[in-house]
């Protein structure tokens, strides 16, 4: 199981950044995935989650800190996942990282957003 996770950068406040997650080693479509954050001397936090298309609990949860800014979606024709990030704070600069919901997988490399102007 693999997570290629890009599209960081710096930005300034207010601006948008598209995170994608590229993922092998399993069937992407048979599993809810979950974008995560760590900033520095801070814990890992879950940021938002996408269940499975069509499925009973398909749909998308979000940190109450992203609702309404951040959006997470899915192409599993490319075994993608995405996060899609508007009017960035300075409180949303960290590593961002993909897995699976509910999953221990390991932790791929990360991509950095730094918001600051």
């Known amino acids: 199981v693999q997570f290629v996770e890009s599209g960081g950068g710096l930005v300034q406040p207010g601006g948008s950044l598209t995170l994608s997650c590229v993922a092998s080693g399993f069937t992407f479509s048979s599993h809810g995935m979950s974008w995560y954050r760590q900033a520095p001397g801070k814990e890992r936090e879950l940021v938002a989650t996408?269940?499975?298309?069509?499925?009973?609990?398909?749909?998308?949860r979000y940190a109450d800190s992203v609702k309404g800014r951040f959006f997470i979606s899915r192409d599993d024709s490319k075994s993608t996942l995405y996060l899609q990030m508007n009017d960035l704070k300075s409180e949303d600069t960290a590593a961002y990282f993909c897995?699976?919901?509910?999953?221990?997988?390991?932790w791929g490399q990360g991509t950095q957003v730094t918001v600051s102007s």
């Open positions: 996408i269940n499975l298309i069509g499925s009973i609990n398909s749909g998308t």
């Open positions: 897995k699976r919901s509910a999953f221990a997988d390991n």
